[in-house]
């Protein structure tokens, strides 16, 4: 079965330091890996779209990693701001499909000043 | 551009009383797709719709029905509500499939007593 799963399911961490939130699946024929924000009471926005061959992409403070081999994701946010706070969701599509995106329950991120 | 609007925002059914929810989206996509949100799961997909007068069953169809009379419209209908479709239901658009980004609507907040 398709699966992604995500840790931690909550994290707290305050204003200006680091974290990482991690994303594995299993999910197979892989077509690429999604990294969405979602702030409370709104739609999912993309942070990054990662294929097969990229094992590294950035958007601003935000930094995505791939290991197809492992199948393992990372999300690192660099200098937290307050408006970090939100859910950070990883999506796995499959090869060819147009219903083909298995979808994380999410990291719950809290900034705090 | 708007991107993708849903209406209507927030809505309090009684069971057994039907409903639709629209979807519009002003950039062109061939793609459209409804999903629903629940506490603690990732995003599932009810329907999708690879283009005009086409639509498809995704991994929870039941109790709802779609039309794509109008590329850029997508509708999603309750029938006979029941509590079990309480939720936060997100309509998203994309050109292709795939690698392709999906943008979100703002979501509708359903609930079913």
């Known amino acids: 079965k398709n699966q992604v799963e995500q840790s931690p399911q909550s994290l707290i961490i305050l204003e200006g330091k680091n974290c990482t939130l991690q994303?594995?699946?299993?999910?197979?024929?892989?077509?690429?890996l999604r990294w969405y924000k979602q702030d409370t009471g709104r739609g999912p926005v993309s942070l990054t779209i990662?294929?097969?061959?990229?094992n590294t992409k950035s958007n601003g403070r935000y930094t995505a990693t791939l290991d197809a081999d492992t199948k393992q994701s990372s999300l690192h946010i660099t200098a937290s701001q307050l408006s970090d706070s939100a859910s950070y969701i990883c999506v796995v599509s499959l090869r060819g499909g147009a219903d083909g995106l298995t979808f994380g329950k999410g990291t719950h991120l809290i900034i705090q000043p | 551009n708007a991107g993708v609007t849903q209406t209507p925002k927030f809505r309090v059914l009684k069971t057994g009383q039907s409903m639709t929810l629209l979807c519009a989206q002003d950039?062109?996509?061939?793609?459209m797709y409804w999903y629903r949100q629940d506490p603690g799961m990732g995003l599932r997909l009810i329907h999708y719709?690879?283009?005009?007068?086409?639509?498809a069953k995704g991994e929870v169809p039941d109790g709802y029905n779609v039309s794509r009379l109008k590329k850029q419209n997508f509708l999603l209908g309750l029938e006979s509500a029941a509590p079990s479709q309480t939720s936060v239901y997100f309509c998203?658009?994309?050109?292709?499939?795939?690698?392709?980004?999906?943008?979100f609507g703002p979501g509708t907040r359903l609930t079913v007593t």
């Open positions: 994303c594995n699946y299993t999910v197979s024929p892989f077509s690429n």
């Open positions: 990662m294929t097969f061959s990229e």
């Open positions: 998203a658009s994309s050109y292709f499939h795939d690698s392709y980004e999906q943008y």
């Open positions: 719709s690879v283009g005009e007068g086409t639509t």
């Open positions: 950039m062109n996509h061939e793609y």
